[in-house]
Structure formats: C-alpha cells, structure tokens
C-alpha cells in the first residue's frame, strides 16, 4: 500500500507516535517508478509505506525538522545528492549483512550511510541517419572541433552533467575539464535547455546530431507513443574515458539519523536491494540492477554491454563545486 503525503500531513506525522508497522519515505524520485516497489514490499511485509515526493529542498527539509523528522529513509538520484544529505549530518550508518551482499562495494558508502539500487550510464544518442556510429568513441572526443554546431544538451549546471563534468576533472584536473568544457560549448547547435529527451527530440528534428544523456531515457521513449519516433531516430552510444570507462551514476538510499521506525527503515532498505526488487526497479525505469545474479531488462540489454568507469563514486561528489564553478566560468548555459 502506498500513501502519498502532502507536507502538512507530513508535519502532523511528526507530531504523533510512531507505528512498528510502517516506513516514511522522502523521495526525488518519480510516483510511477516507486509504487511498483512499495506495493510489492507492503505485499510481503505487511510493512505501510507512506511516501512524500519532492522536488527539491529535501536536505533543507530535514534540516529544519530536526529530531522530530518523521522521515525514516531518503530516495534519491545522483551521487551529489546522496552526498549532499550525508554531508549535512542528516543519516545514520547502517550495518547490515544483507545490504553488503546485496550492494557492491563499489556502490556504497564507504562509512555505510548510503547504499546503492540501481546504475544509469551517461551516453550519446546519435543520429543513425547523420553519425557513424565509430565516429563517437570517447568523451573527450566530444570537444573536437568536427561536432562544431552539432550537439545538443540540457543545462551544464543540471546534476547528471556536473557528474560528468566531476568525473572529466578525476581523470584530467580542473584545468583540463575546463578545456574540454569550453570545447563542448563550442560544439553546441544551440543554447543549452530542456531535459534528455528534449536533446533526443531535436536530433530527429535535424536540430543537432548528437546529444549527451542517460540511458534510461530510452526505455522511456520507447514506451510513448509520440517519443517512440524520436528514440527511433537514433543510436545509443557507449563513450569511454581515454583512460577509463564509461561515466555512470546512481540512484540510493540513506537512513535518516532521527528515524523513528529504524526496523521497518531497515527492512525497507533490504527489500529494495534483494533481487526481487532490483528487477522490480530496471523494469519500471530502465535501469541497471547492481544486485549479485540480477540483469537488466531486455529492452536495456538490447543497447549492448559496457564497462563502468572505476572512479569512486564519492571521489566524483567531491569535485562537484569545482565542476559547477568550472561551468559557470566558461558560461556554458549562455
């Protein structure tokens, strides 16, 4: 069962006694991706789940809610904002076996306070009618002065591409990055805007050639009527780093340090990392399950397979306000 909340109702929450019998979620992520999990946990548990979705503001929420958050555990996308609520003092480490050997080390928090779910891979969609596909190998190569005019991107600000922007200064400094961001924006048909499949729309407009986004967007396409023509229109691309692998991200989850229901948080927290409903997770948004013995949809499989780059994934959320000054510097958005 699954119960949205609205924020008074989550203020009136806080005010009242915990129940042993339920779990409260502050999530980023969208309705339709989370309720297929929550049904499927309430379903096995008997454990309600009532979940408030936000748009922003989730660490300032916490914040000012203090000890009496009736938040028990966070949903979110990106390292930074995993990082973000950590840093800020706002979870609890989690020991437990069943999340060590559902979750890769590699996806989880070092000091235990967030635990990876599921993987998207930042790529390139190209044109299949205007880009051999052998034309895009690395990242790097997206500075060349041969894409002049012919890429297309959302905001240089947005969090999945200062994740990029982050991963570029891991692997080539500041400076570096700088270069190779000033190279992008010299490359771009038009001023940044828009969402990923915004990018994926104008390439079948012959607006631009190629474009920079996350994988899952095209499963998403895919499955809308009107989009499906868009996502036709184009490849998906695997770039790698010269000197690594292809740039992916997370979406997580954190145990707030004031849950009040911390069993039923914990259970919530295996649940979402077990089998079951990591498959759950990628066929609902098209994702990579990170969980041992699990796979991606058959529509994600049908991409083709890649290599992760190995930069830590907490290394990357600490190069973040430079990968923000870095594109301010070099107005990328203007």
Request: aromatic share 8%; net charge negative.
């Amino acid at each position: 069962m699954l119960r949205t909340l609205t924020s008074t109702a989550l203020v009136a929450l806080a005010a009242a006694p915990a129940l042993a019998d339920e779990v409260n979620v502050y999530s980023y992520r969208q309705p339709e991706l989370i309720q297929p999990l929550t049904d499927a946990f309430t379903e096995e548990t008997g454990i309600a789940v009532n979940v408030a979705y936000l748009n922003q503001g989730m660490v300032e929420r916490l914040k000012a809610e203090g000890d009496r958050s009736p938040a028990d555990v966070v949903l979110t996308v990106d390292i930074s904002r995993l990082a973000e609520v950590v840093n800020a003092g706002l979870t609890q480490p989690v020991e437990s076996e069943k999340l060590k050997e559902n979750v890769p080390e590699a996806y989880r928090d070092p000091d235990n306070h967030w635990w990876g779910l599921t993987t998207r891979a930042r790529i390139v969609y190209a044109s299949k009618e205007r880009v051999d596909p052998s034309e895009v190998t690395t990242y790097e190569d997206l500075a060349d002065p041969k894409w002049e005019g012919r890429i297309c991107t959302r905001s240089g600000t947005h969090a999945y591409n200062v994740a990029l922007t982050s991963a570029v200064i891991e692997h080539h400094g500041e400076e570096g990055a700088k270069t190779w961001l000033e190279g992008v924006k010299s490359n771009l048909a038009r001023k940044p805007q828009g969402n990923d499949r915004a990018q994926v729309k104008a390439i079948w407009a012959g607006e631009c050639d190629i474009s920079i986004g996350n994988t899952y967007y095209m499963g998403a396409m895919l499955s809308d009527e009107e989009q499906k023509e868009w996502a036709d229109s184009v490849n998906v691309l695997f770039p790698t780093f010269e000197n690594g692998g292809t740039h992916v991200n997370i979406s997580g989850v954190a145990m707030t340090k004031s849950a009040p229901n911390e069993d039923a948080a914990l259970a919530f927290m295996e649940f979402l990392t077990s089998p079951k409903a990591q498959e759950i997770y990628a066929e609902a948004n098209h994702e990579y399950p990170i969980a041992p013995g699990t796979q991606a949809s058959e529509i994600v499989r049908s991409w083709g397979e890649f290599t992760a780059d190995d930069v830590n994934l907490m290394t990357l959320a600490g190069h973040r306000p430079a990968a923000l000054r870095i594109a301010e510097e070099v107005d990328f958005d203007g």
